[in-house]
């Protein structure tokens, strides 16, 4: 087998794992798309690998960009502060253990209404504040995992090029 193909075959396993880890915050996600993009790039050495490249981190780079922006404006919208995601993320670790499949979302929006509930001191607003987070966090996400998804088939029709005109 050509080492070629072996590095094709990692990088796109890489790749899907970089978008499982959009989904589940516990993973790597862009960042391990983008690296795959780069030893994918430098394995081929063509200047298709680098097109590839270049286009795929415009890609992962506007998806983690846009996630950013558009968390960070709805939870300022909400002056949810930053201390609340980062209990809730780390209650959604916990949870990712404890409760296999779901633990996640389950630890993450129950650390987020914990924290906003001490904040605020009020079980309603802890709610509406929390749920005004999940949703901006879920919408950062679907915008990082739609960009993603353009990297990945950028570099599959990469792939799809550079192994037909070998």
């Known amino acids: 087998m050509d080492a070629q193909i072996i590095w094709t075959i990692v990088c796109g396993l890489a790749i899907m794992v970089g978008a499982v880890g959009i989904i589940v915050p516990v993973l790597p996600g862009s960042i391990l798309i983008g690296i795959s993009l780069l030893v994918w790039a430098l394995t081929t050495g063509s200047t298709l690998g680098w097109v590839v490249f270049g286009v795929g981190i415009v890609f992962v780079a506007a998806g983690m960009a846009s996630s950013a922006v558009l968390t960070g404006r709805a939870m300022k919208k909400q002056s949810i502060p930053g201390r609340s995601v980062v209990i809730g993320l780390l209650l959604g670790i916990v949870g990712f253990f404890v409760i296999p499949v779901v633990g996640l979302l389950v630890g993450f929006a129950l ?4 924290s906003e509930l001490a904040r605020q001191k ?7 504040s929390s749920m005004a987070a999940i949703k901006a966090t879920g919408l950062g996400i679907l915008a990082e995992f739609g960009f993603a998804s353009l990297a990945a088939g950028t570099w599959g029709l990469g792939v799809l090029i550079h192994f037909l005109n070998r």
């Open 111 to 114: 650390g987020l209404f914990l």
């Open 122 to 128: 009020d079980a309603r607003a802890a709610v509406s």
